[in-house]
């Protein structure tokens, strides 16, 4: 025997948690950045160029804020991020855009699918978390340019309407799909809704995705789109 | 006759150079950006996706600065850089990376010379132009990282070497090739050398050049290449 406490079990796996959630964001922020910046240049107008750019930067400047709390929790960011990788870079894969508009799309889908989700865990971390979430959220300025250029150029060209709902519909099918794959994969919902795994979990997990495709339906109202 | 004085053509004339001079920064900040952004995600390791995507942010905050300034003189950002896109986005599809060491490369090699070319022009205008240039420069930190990152990559894959040297020398003759074709299409020699047009001013411009590939020869030695 020994006088020695036992091991802080749910802290580890509390900090696992963290860990894996900041990595997530990180990788993701990441990409967008990437993906974002590499279509600007294909953007009708130098004002677009100029507005994406400015988008994609804020994507970045995301995944450093993530990357300096890994890394202040003393873990190398770049293997936080690699357990993610394959998954995120299969969504970008299976949804590449096909024009500049489902570019601008699929970030106004992706960046609000996506905070929805990180606020979603968020709830289950503390404060320290929940800021960091809030600081990588997509600003409301930002936002709300993606969302009065997409229906300025719905406007300008009705037939767009079609297209981009349908792309709409893919995109948040493809996130949710991958939000639940990684979420069974790293054991997520454990943390995320508190409930032990079965079909109470599978209910919940249910909700969620539900409470995501309301809001995202919301969005694409906003946008005069049928989700 | 009137007592108006006559118009301040100098000022003006020196307006529109200065005006120019930003537009054409600007532009080349803004594509630069979004190149290197573009062949980020085309990193092998993580770690330089992430050296990359800051090389590729520095780019787009350069473009930032020289839009505030370019709106603080009251002129239309957009306006300034038109004139200066199609040269600019013929030098990039003629130099189209092949893959991710001749990405950073380009990068190593394009920031270099146009910062020389920036400096060039700086000297011809005020103290303002020339702190907006050495703010714009590529940090030395960030030039030590790339020059280090393709030592060690020709160092791992001796062969490298000879496809990086053949590379660069291309890189350098189209950037030279569209400094000199901006220089004559928008009259900066005038300002840049102050001297008329004629053989005297062609022998300067000459000159120019030749500095500009002695300081680049120097460069590709600090990577134990020939130019």
Redesign the interface.
């Known amino acids: 025997m020994t006088d020695l406490p036992p091991p802080p079990l749910d802290e580890d796996v509390r900090g696992r948690f963290e860990t894996a959630f900041y990595g997530l964001m990180a990788y993701r922020e ?2 967008a ?3 974002l ?2 279509d ?2 294909f953007s009708p ?3 677009d ?2 507005a994406l ?2 988008l ?2 804020a994507e ?2 995301h ?2 804020l993530l ?1 300096e709390r890994l890394t202040a929790l003393g873990v190398d ?2 293997e936080a ?2 357990p993610f ?1 394959a998954a995120i870079d299969a969504v970008h894969e299976r949804t590449r855009p096909g024009d500049w508009h489902e570019s601008l799309m699929k970030a106004y889908v992706f960046d609000a699918v996506s905070g929805d989700f990180y606020r979603a865990g968020a709830e289950a971390l503390d404060g320290d978390v929940r800021e960091a979430v809030e600081t990588v959220q997509t600003s409301e300025d930002q936002t709300a340019w993606v969302r009065e250029r997409l229906r300025e150029a719905i406007a300008e060209d009705p037939p767009l309407a079609s297209r981009l709902a349908l792309w709409g519909r893919r995109l948040v099918g493809e996130a949710l799909t991958q939000a639940r794959r990684i979420g069974d994969e790293h054991g997520f919902w454990r943390h995320l809704l508190g409930s032990p795994a079965g079909a109470e979990r599978d209910a919940q997990v249910t909700a969620l995705m539900a409470r995501l495709v309301e809001r995202h339906s919301r969005r694409m109202g906003e946008l005069g789109l049928t989700a």
């Open positions: 990441l990409t950045f990437e993906r910046s590499s600007a240049r107008t130098l004002r160029r100029d750019g400015r994609a930067v970045f400047q995944y450093e990357v960011p770049q991020m690699r990788t």
